[in-house]
């Protein structure tokens, strides 16, 4: 069973930065996935934010969060990081990770199994 818990949200200042951790209960072996990051906010439908393959080594990003944005892993952990900076009222959403069985590290949403519940990020501005 593949569970994965979402934490790190909250409010802030435009301008401000939050780091997302996203820890992953897979019964397999974390460091063999891609895993994503995407965001909906009110109204909208889901967007890919970010994307990291298996080992780390490739990173991808949405145009809206390239040079703000940073995804990062740690295998020993099993947890996925989205490090946001310089953040906008336009980055207000709820964010979700999720896990990619097949390694595509994809900004499609559909090729992704499994998800979080979801943590919202709110930024005043």
């Known amino acids: 069973q593949v569970q994965l818990v979402e934490s790190g949200g909250g409010l802030v200042q435009a301008g401000g930065s939050l780091r997302l951790s996203c820890a992953a209960s897979?019964?397999?072996?974390?460091?063999?996935?891609?895993m994503g990051w995407f965001r909906q906010a009110p109204g909208k439908e889901r967007e890919f934010v970010a994307a990291i393959s298996w080992m780390g080594a490739n990173t991808y990003y949405a145009d809206s969060v390239q040079g703000r944005f940073t995804i990062s892993r740690d295998n020993a952990k099993n947890t996925v990081y989205l490090q946001m900076n310089s953040l906008k009222p336009e980055d207000t959403a709820v964010y979700y990770c999720?896990?990619?069985?097949?390694?595509?590290?994809?900004?499609?949403?559909?090729?992704?199994?499994?998800w979080g519940q979801g943590t919202q990020v709110t930024v005043s501005s």
């Open positions: 999720a896990v990619d069985l097949e390694g595509r590290t994809s900004a499609t949403a559909s090729v992704y199994d499994y």
């Open positions: 897979i019964g397999r072996t974390f460091s063999r996935y891609a």
